[in-house]
């Protein structure tokens, strides 16, 4: 029997992450919209007998479906992660949730860590967010959170790294 639902880890991303999130899907939308372009373009001139002939006079017509049904989650997505991107260090739990569509809930035991890293992607460099990946001996392999300021992210690494030694140092 389940005691409940999971309460909400104490922390927030930074909340330029949103920034960094709509960059992200401005990027794949002109990506999506410019492949549909070539595409409507090619299948609509092609001649093929297959192609509807509503389809061949207005080839215009899959980029503006493709933009149409796109637009909503490009505009929500990086609102909707903030509001459920979260992460809080206890004693001796990492404990996070993220996700846009899908939920995930992870749970990581400080004295299992093997090793904390931060990256930061050219676009985060940008912003001054980083993001936060712990490795374990887990199947699951790594857990990440991304978003966080890079001096929180500096510094959480570097506490999270501290406290697993401490950790590994008390169990011998």
């Known amino acids: 029997m389940s005691p409940g639902p999971l309460r909400d880890p104490a922390n927030r991303v930074s909340p330029k992450a949103r920034g960094l999130w709509l960059l992200e ?3 794949g939308f002109v ?3 410019g492949g549909s372009i070539l595409v409507g373009g090619w299948v609509g001139g092609s001649g093929w007998s297959w192609v509807p002939d509503w389809f ?9 479906a493709v933009g149409v049904l796109t637009t909503p ?3 929500a997505e990086p609102f909707v992660r903030y509001r459920v991107h979260r992460w809080e260090l ?4 990492l404990y996070a949730r993220q996700g846009f569509l899908t939920r995930e809930w992870v749970f990581v035991p400080v004295s299992r ?3 904390v890293d931060k990256e930061q992607g050219w676009l985060e460099r940008m912003l001054g967010l980083a993001t936060l990946e712990v490795r374990t001996a887990s199947h699951a392999g790594s857990s990440t959170i991304k978003g966080l300021d890079y001096l929180v992210a500096a510094g959480l690494a570097e506490g999270l790294a501290q406290r697993a030694e401490q950790l590994r140092d008390d169990a011998t």
């Open 73 to 75: 989650f490009l505009v």
């Open 56 to 64: 061949a006079a207005r080839p215009w017509a899959l980029p503006v």
């Open 113 to 115: 860590i093997q090793t």
């Open 25 to 27: 899907a401005l990027i």
């Open 90 to 93: 206890t004693g001796d739990v």
């Open 31 to 33: 990506l999506l919209i």
